[in-house]
């Protein structure tokens, strides 16, 4: 379990929103204990391919892979050329998406041809009940309309977020999802009694996260995985510290 795709994660960059410089981002991505990066756009502008790749050098030289870009929102446009541009220069091969309800008709089918084209996966990023895409009906549909290049990315609190019938991460994995998730944010939630979410450490909320982590091994995932925490934006170190250490947990 400690060499396969689910435990060989990451962290998503958002997590480090308050912190612009990226040189000292992967310095702290080293220091919770992780090598690798999704990076959004808090980070970067993936419409500078060209400036991108001096991004590229610095997370290189720190010895972090950026394994992702995104979450990006897709509709169709040309720059959206571009994202893939900035990803492949990363040596990326997935990137986490949002598509919208005016346009996703047209920006799926868009989407996935540029997709063929770079040899990546799209993710599409599960983002809890009051955001198109969260709903599993929904990304059936996506996927259905852009093919094998339009995949799941499972944000395992986002997912649970839309209630305890529909939002089971494990059960997306094994059965509603089976062949098609090729990305996960690792993230947990408790709610209050009027469905307010609050993020905790991953594995001491909501989640079972080794229940989760077997689901990918036993379906083989080999996509891309990140952790994110998404409170404390200040001083994120600790949590996401903690983070890696309950992950890291599930393979002793």
């Not at 169709?76 to 996703?104: L, P, V, Y």
């Not at 977020?161 to 944010?185: C, D, L, M, N, T």
């Not at 989760?212 to 934006?233: R, S, W």
């Not at 903690?242 to 393979?251: D, G």
């Amino acid at each position: 379990m400690a060499n396969s795709a689910a435990m060989n994660f990451g962290v998503q960059s958002y997590c480090f929103r308050n912190f612009k410089d990226n040189q000292e981002v992967a310095q702290l991505v080293k220091k919770i204990g992780v090598s690798s990066i999704e990076l959004c756009g808090v980070h970067a502008n993936f419409e500078d391919p060209t400036g991108f790749r001096d991004i590229v050098k610095i997370y290189r030289d720190a010895g972090v892979d950026i394994v992702s870009i995104g979450v990006q929102t897709f509709s169709g446009e040309a720059k959206e050329r571009k994202w893939f541009e900035c990803a492949a220069a990363a040596g990326a091969r997935h990137i986490s998406a949002h598509f919208r309800i005016d346009s996703f008709q047209t920006a799926v089918p868009a989407t996935a041809k540029l997709a063929e084209e770079y040899g990546m996966r799209i993710g599409i990023h599960c983002h809890g009940g009051y955001m198109f895409g969260g709903s599993p009906d929904v990304i059936r549909h996506l996927l259905d309309l852009g093919g094998e290049r339009i995949v799941v990315n499972i944000d395992t609190a986002w997912c649970m977020q839309i209630g305890p019938h529909h939002g089971k991460p494990s059960q997306w994995v094994r059965e509603r999802f089976a062949g098609r998730v090729y990305g996960v944010h690792y993230k947990d939630f408790v709610f209050d009694r009027n469905g307010q979410w609050n993020d905790v450490v991953v594995g001491t909320g909501n989640l079972d996260l080794p229940d989760f982590v077997k689901a990918l091994e036993e379906t083989g995932f080999d996509g891309m995985a990140v952790i994110e925490y998404e409170a404390n934006p200040e001083n994120p170190v600790p949590a996401l510290t903690e983070c890696v250490r309950k992950m890291r947990e599930l393979a002793k």
